[in-house]
């Protein structure tokens, strides 16, 4: 099958041809319909932190339809349409019985969806309803994470809420936050390129950082700071500067992926009696609430997309993303010809 494959830290990934693989005892065969482009993917390539060795398909953001079928499924069969969920756990253990397979002791997180096809246990993947396309079930990712995030938060209706970063999981936690019944949705960002999205998605407003931004954000929340500051960007500084923004005993509820060091000012954080909650991951009930907001609505989530190309052509748009650009939620289509 061919497939984008790691090759080496800060070298392009390079479609090639690899072995199909096959369904083991417990195992689905997914043909992959589509996989997002993650920023975390972004950082797997560039940093030793993750471990890649080379000779990896990575992709964990993916749908597809099952081909066939291991010894031992139960409840999928050839033709069902599925998200896949890139936790794997071992399946019998306490974390793993309450669909929190990341906190079993053997969690891996699987990647694969760079490919033409993916085989994964039948436990990571669930059946898509009826009326929720293969292409959206690729989302289901992302909009899981930035719900766990959400729930992490204890967001309440009426919550003054600011998103720091403009990108596919900032995006994705405006949409929960107004579909959770936040009063105020501010979305900030260096550049305004995605603002239109972000309204789209259910942000009331869009506001750009720089001078004086803590006294626009006010201004933006009806005159008083957000009570929740969600930190979706990753970059060391930015979490204190939440700290900075949200109101005191506030939230400051961290879902960047950031691998430096950083630091903050603990005296203003306590002054303030600020929580700071870090958010990972997402648990398998989240997943499924995830899948079943793919089924349309005032603010569609689908509006996170924003282009697919095909696999030939996903080694270059995998590297434009390292610079920002307009782009959102990039979806690969190992099917589409270049």
Do not use: N
């Amino acid at each position: 099958m061919k497939a984008a494959v790691f090759d080496r830290l800060g070298q392009p990934l390079r479609v090639a041809d690899v072995d199909t693989p096959e369904a083991g005892p417990g195992q689905v065969l997914l043909k992959v319909c589509r996989c997002g482009i993650c920023g975390s993917d972004l950082h797997m390539t560039e940093d030793a932190t993750f471990g890649l060795q080379g000779g990896e398909v990575i992709g964990h953001e993916f749908s597809g339809e099952v081909i066939d079928v291991g010894r031992g499924v139960q409840h999928l069969k050839p033709g069902d349409h599925v998200s896949a969920a890139p936790l794997r756990g071992c399946g019998s253990c306490p974390a793993c019985l309450r669909g929190e397979p990341a906190w079993c002791s053997r969690f891996e997180l699987i990647g694969g969806g760079y490919a033409e096809y993916a085989a994964l246990d039948e436990i990571q993947c669930r059946k898509l309803p009826w009326g929720i396309t293969a292409t959206d079930g690729a989302l289901a990712e992302p909009l899981a994470v930035a719900l766990h995030g959400i729930l992490r938060a204890g967001l309440r209706p009426g919550a003054r809420v600011l998103i720091v970063g403009a990108g596919a999981i900032g995006l994705a936690v405006a949409f929960w936050a107004r579909r959770m019944g936040a009063a105020h949705v501010e979305v900030a960002d260096l550049h305004d390129h995605q603002r239109d999205r972000a309204m789209d998605l259910g942000a009331t407003g869009f506001v750009l950082s720089g001078e004086d931004m803590g006294a626009r954000v006010a201004d933006a929340c009806g005159g008083a700071p957000p009570e929740i500051v969600f930190e979706c960007v990753g970059k060391p500084g930015l979490i204190d500067h939440c700290i900075d923004l949200v109101a005191p005993r506030g939230k400051v509820v961290v879902l960047g992926l950031c691998t430096a060091p950083d630091h903050l000012d603990s005296f203003r954080a306590i002054s303030k009696e600020v929580d700071i909650v870090m958010s990972v991951f997402f648990t398998m009930p989240e997943f499924e609430t995830a899948i079943r907001a793919l089924d349309g609505g005032t603010y569609a989530p689908q509006h996170l997309i924003s282009s697919q190309v095909s696999l030939q052509d996903m080694p270059g748009a995998f590297e434009a993303l390292r610079s920002r650009t307009t782009q959102c939620k990039v979806l690969v289509d190992p099917g589409a010809l270049a």
